[in-house]
């Protein structure tokens, strides 16, 4: 996910899109060691998949994601 959080899907978000919200969610991935595009792919994750009844696949897209926090 690019620094660039305009491009994203969670762009209008009040983590992404509130500078001092921003920072507070930097500093919390940052003190228990999770990248913030991690979270943000999984929030986008999430928000691409909540209209579906059946999230068919998404446990593996999850790990697939928290897989790069190795």
Do not use: C
């Given at each position: 996910m690019p620094?660039?959080?305009e491009?994203?899907?969670v762009a209008d978000l009040p983590l992404?899109?509130?500078p001092e919200a921003n920072e507070v969610l930097r500093q919390v991935c940052s003190k228990h060691k999770v990248p913030v595009d991690v979270i943000t792919e999984l929030v986008a994750l999430q928000?691409?998949?909540q209209h579906q009844e059946r999230?068919?696949?998404i446990n593996a897209r999850f790990e697939e994601i928290?897989?790069?926090m190795e």
């Open positions: 620094d660039n959080y491009e994203t899907s992404w899109a509130d928000r691409e998949r999230a068919a696949g928290l897989g790069g």
